[in-house]
Nanobody, 121 residues
Framework: QVQLVESGGGLVQAGGSLRLSCAASGRIFSIDAMGWYRQAPGKQRELVASINSGDSTNYGESVKDRFTISRDNAKNTWYLLMNSLKPEDTAVYYC???????????????WGQGTQVTVSS
């Protein structure tokens, strides 16, 4: 069984920084893509950043030039460095992964439980 566990959320003042981590564990054959999404109260879940096995990255428009996604393949862990945080970045942040559990299994999406990020003005 695959499990994704986020850490690093919390309360920060506007202009500050936070780094989120997501660690994947369990039966994992390969991870093809990793990402971060967020959901603010009353809003839909939106893409924050993603990175694939070729190290190609993609960012939501509102976080470009402020957030950076990176990964450590040896640890099955990926990170989201968030700089110049704004109150509108306040949300629950979820990590996800598109992976195979075995060499013969199909790829599936998995989600973490979410971590709260609150940015005060």
């Amino acid at each position: 069984q695959v499990q994704l566990v986020e850490s690093g959320g919390g309360l920060v003042q506007a202009g500050g920084s936070l780094r989120l981590s997501c660690a994947a564990s369990g039966r994992i054959f390969s991870i093809d893509a990793m990402g971060w999404y967020r959901q603010a109260p009353g809003k839909q879940r939106e893409l924050v950043a993603s990175i694939n096995s070729g190290d190609s990255t993609n960012y939501g428009e509102s976080v470009k030039d402020r957030f950076t996604i990176s990964r450590d393949n040896a640890k099955n862990t990926w990170y989201l460095l968030m700089n110049s945080l704004k109150p509108e970045d306040t949300a629950v942040y979820y990590c996800n992964a598109f992976l195979r559990e075995t060499g013969m299994s199909p790829r599936n999406f998995y989600w973490g439980q979410g971590t709260q990020v609150t940015v005060s003005s």
